[in-house]
């Protein structure tokens, strides 16, 4: 039997440069609310964009593990 860790969803709607404006967002909330993010476990970024380079409208799904 596995233990699955939690995983914590942020959603990106916008150009792709602000990526990381939502990750520190995600990881400022996992802090506040008394959350470890576990670093040596899969994090995971989805979206329908690939390889375009400058994306001004995009989606994208941003997963964290925490503890």
Do not use: C, F, Q
């Not at 008394?34 to 899969?42: F, K, Q, T």
């Amino acid at each position: 039997m596995s233990m699955r860790s939690p995983r914590l969803l942020l959603n990106l709607k916008g150009p792709n440069y602000e990526i990381r404006n939502t990750y520190e967002k995600l990881h400022h909330w996992i802090l506040e609310n008394n959350h470890e993010r576990l670093l040596r476990s899969w994090h995971l970024e989805i979206s329908d964009e690939w390889g375009h380079g400058e994306v001004n409208d995009m989606e994208a799904d941003l997963y964290d593990t925490i503890k």
